[in-house]
């Protein structure tokens, strides 16, 4: 781990990492593109109960949300799994009832 990154920040390079390898496109939450390939995974994206560590987009769908954890943390998933369930309920900032994408 670098020295200037905290465990959670590192945590989130590892996922950009094995998101990218798998074909994902991985963006930023300020330069959101939709059309940059069929998988889309941006980070810290907004929804109604704050923003998700990253929400993936296929072919412009929203369908899923990982929640990035330091390994530690990780290693007990019953510990966030309220987390991830209230993320997976939340509603997505700029997609409708539709799961449509709004025009930003």
């Known amino acids: 781990m670098p020295a200037n990154q905290n465990p959670e920040q590192a945590a989130r390079d590892k996922v950009d990492q094995l998101l990218t390898v798998s074909g994902w ?3 930023d939450k300020k330069a959101i593109n939709f059309n940059a390939g069929p998988g889309v995974a941006i980070r810290e994206y907004h929804t109604d109960i704050g923003p998700a560590d990253y929400v993936l987009f296929l ?3 929203a369908v899923g949300v990982i929640e990035a954890k330091r390994e530690e943390a990780a290693q007990n998933l019953t510990a966030v ?3 991830t369930a209230g993320y997976g309920a939340a509603k997505l900032k700029w997609i409708t009832a539709q799961n449509k994408i709004l025009k930003q």
């Open 25 to 27: 496109v991985v963006q």
């Open 59 to 61: 072919d412009k769908c």
């Open 81 to 83: 799994e309220d987390q």
